[in-house]
Nanobody, 122 residues
């Protein structure tokens, strides 16, 4: 009953920018921590950034100063502004969230989106 839907991926040249969005929908009571993860071909999925409901953020060292995570609690939406993109940022980007549902609010359940492809050309 809960879905995470990412959007905003695409092909961009090195040095360019993209903004990813992730909309949560369904029987949602509250959303706790949300985050972005990415997985490049042949590599393990890795953390990009997380944000608490109170907007406390955490970033991977590789994206600090270039990426900004934010959220709109009223819209149940997560964002990732990606600037100064590099070819090594090429990956499928996944949205993740700990969600308390209306039916079973506790404990929160972890959800993943289906992913959106980001490709940075050199």
């Amino acid at each position: 009953q809960v879905q995470l839907m990412e959007s905003g991926g695409g092909l961009v040249q090195a040095g360019g920018s993209l903004r990813l969005s992730c909309a949560a929908s369904g029987s949602i009571f509250s959303i706790n921590t949300m985050g972005w993860y990415r997985q490049a071909p042949g590599k393990q999925r890795e953390l990009v950034a997380t944000i608490s409901r109170a907007a406390s953020t955490n970033y991977a060292d590789s994206v600090k100063g270039r990426f900004t995570i934010s959220r709109d609690n009223a819209k149940n939406t997560l964002y990732l502004q990606m600037n100064s993109l590099k070819p090594e940022d090429t990956a499928v980007y996944y949205c993740n969230a700990d969600i308390m549902t209306l039916i079973v609010p506790y404990p929160p359940k972890n959800y993943w989106g289906q992913g959106t492809q980001v490709t940075v050309s050199s």
